[in-house]
């Protein structure tokens, strides 16, 4: 019997997701909600945004009507706003973790204190609820300091902060000017800042299993040698050198079991277990690995190429996790194909700032018949038979190759076939990697 699913969210991560999941040989109907132009392509988009709740029942009755089996929600904030729990109440099943879960991402704080109640290692930390004791505190550290905004702020709420000034002026930002939100900035995480390289692991978790996936590193500055201000990412590369099989090991005892462990035992006579993928940023520094921060998600721009690797069936996956099966996937059974993966990411000019949209995107077909490529649409939308831009981040480009050089060359060589007004990239995605060679 064929499965039916519906895919929630519109970009670069729910393109891989219905490109990978059109693939399997038990995929029925692939829908998305709103979806994109590159979901259009690979599935069928549904004009309803699954991220607003007001529309999830009107989405739910549309699931009902095409014979949905599976919801597989793809952006934090629906998932922070309860949507697994709305669709399970309604009888589906779901791949991603319920509102109480979700706050190790939508909520710093929450997720900080998780980290030291489950003896996680992590930097020194401290909450603050106003901004006079937060300055005082930052005023006193003989150490710079990273500022974050307690609640989801679309992966620029966090301010690495080079000397107190400019913390101070994160502080400023954050809790009084509210450039985040009132919600976000209500409360601060003031921890000290950590030097040496990011990592992305995440992990699929279902009950007592928990499966990690291969490390991957994220580019989050917007220019070339991580200069300029954050971004929700320019680009991953995967596997990650840095992600040695005894790092991989070390994660999987000392970050991802002890996280799971807590939640499903509960912390303050609240129990809140964790479904769906649990993905954890890390810094390797010379006191170890450490980790900055969860996401209750698939990251974006690291579902790419983790997805592009991927040789498991998708379906049978995600419904293991939605059914408490996954540990039918233990003992080598999850499978990616050896060759590494690069993914370059094509942005709107000035983003992350103002931008604007609406741009004819040439050169898609061409890139197309390019082997071992896959253009994976994130801010885009049809506009009668053209492609156009439609967001900040606006196309995933992201190749296989026989080696790490050789995937970053094939997808640059993707990127060159592609182009619209005011495209920005970095041009030195996996270089950190290819120079330690």
């Not at 309604?90 to 980290?115: H, T």
């Not at 550290?141 to 709420?157: E, F, I, S």
Request: some cysteine; hydrophobic content about 40%.
């Amino acid at each position: 019997m064929k499965t039916n699913i519906l895919v929630i969210g519109k970009g670069g991560r729910e393109h891989a997701i219905v490109w990978k999941l059109s693939q399997s040989p038990r995929a029925g109907k692939i829908l998305c909600a709103p979806g994109n132009a590159g979901t259009a392509l690979d599935g069928a988009n549904i004009p309803i945004d699954g991220t607003d709740p007001n529309n999830w029942d009107r989405l739910a009755r549309t699931a009902d009507k095409e014979g949905v089996n599976l919801v597989v929600i793809g952006p934090e904030d629906p998932l922070a706003n309860g949507c697994a729990d709305f669709f399970r109440g309604r009888g589906f099943k779901v791949f991603g973790p319920s509102k109480d879960a979700a706050r190790i991402e939508a909520s710093k704080v929450f997720a900080k204190e998780l980290m030291r109640h489950a003896d996680v290692p992590t930097a020194e930390f401290r909450v603050f609820d106003h901004p006079a004791a937060a300055r005082t505190y930052i005023e006193t550290r003989d150490y710079p300091v990273v500022v974050k905004a307690d609640g989801l702020a679309a992966g620029k709420g966090v301010v690495v902060c080079k000397d107190t000034a400019e913390a101070l002026q994160a502080v400023e930002r954050i809790m009084v000017r509210e450039e985040f939100g009132a919600k976000a900035g209500r409360h601060i995480v003031v921890e000290k800042r950590l030097d040496g390289e990011e990592l992305s692991m995440l992990a699929l978790v279902a009950g007592r299993t928990i499966l990690p996936l291969p490390p991957t590193q994220d580019h989050k500055a917007v220019f070339n040698g991580d200069k300029g201000p954050n971004t929700g990412g320019m680009g991953t590369y995967c596997p990650a050198p840095a992600g040695t099989p005894e790092l991989v090991a070390e994660t999987e005892t000392s970050v991802f079991v002890p996280t799971v462990h807590a939640m499903k035992r509960g912390m303050k006579d609240e129990r809140f277990p964790f479904n769906g993928v649990l993905f954890a940023g890390l810094m390797l520094t010379n006191q170890g690995l450490r980790v900055l921060e969860y996401n209750c998600r698939f990251g974006d721009p690291e579902t790419q190429v983790i997805l592009m690797r991927l040789k498991t069936d998708l379906v049978d996956l995600f419904e293991a996790v939605a059914n408490e099966t996954l540990g039918d996937f233990e003992d080598g059974k999850l499978v990616f194909d050896p060759r590494p993966a690069v993914c370059v990411v094509m942005c709107s000019g000035g983003y992350p700032g103002k931008y604007e949209s609406g741009k004819q995107i040439l050169g898609l077909d061409e890139a197309a018949k390019l082997s071992d490529v896959k253009v994976f649409h994130a801010g885009t939308a049809l506009k009668g038979d053209r492609v156009v831009t439609d967001g900040g981040r606006v196309l995933a480009v992201t190749a296989l190759g026989d080696d790490l050089a050789a995937a970053k060359a094939r997808a640059y060589e993707a990127v060159k076939l592609l182009s619209f007004p005011g495209a920005h990239f970095r041009t030195d995605i996996a270089d950190k990697a290819l120079k330690k060679k």
